[in-house]
């Protein structure tokens, strides 16, 4: 996996798992990988996977299932969309909204543009 500088480590696999959970890889109560064999495969220290389970874990995305392991939790992909629309609204938009007023881009033309894409 290559990491990029500007976000946490454990937050970018946190993101492979849930492409990987989007994708289907991993279904609803699928079982994931143990932390030890999530960090061998990212190659990374079993506490940075394991603190990226932790916070899927607190995102609703993950269930730990004592002596069994983790598993993707029921509404998981439903969590998933809801977090990155709001990372989308949040980080996102602004920066579009920033670039389209410094150079003067309108809502219509943006409009026109997006229904332009949507009937490739």
């Known amino acids: 996996m290559d990491f990029k500088n500007q976000k ?3 937050l970018q696999i ?4 849930m492409d990987e959970i989007l994708s289907g890889k991993y ?3 699928a079982k994931l990988p143990s932390v030890r064999e ?3 495969e990212v190659e990374v ?5 394991s603190r ?8 609703n995305i993950v ?3 004592r002596g069994l392991g983790n ?3 029921l509404g998981a992909v439903e969590a998933i969309e809801a977090l990155r629309k709001e990372e989308f609204f949040q980080e996102q938009l602004p920066d579009l909204f920033q670039s389209m007023q410094s150079i003067g881009i309108t809502m219509d033309e943006v409009v026109n543009q997006y229904h332009k894409y949507n009937n490739k």
Not at 14 to 17: D, F, L, R, S
Not at 45 to 49: A, C, D, E, M
């Open 8 to 10: 946490a480590i454990y």
């Open 14 to 17: 946190a993101e492979h798992v």
């Open 27 to 29: 279904p609803v109560d």
């Open 38 to 40: 999530y960090a061998a």
């Open 45 to 49: 220290n079993v506490n940075t996977v």
């Open 52 to 59: 990226s389970f932790e916070w899927l874990q607190n995102q």
């Open 63 to 65: 269930v730990t299932r």
């Open 71 to 73: 598993f993707v939790a």
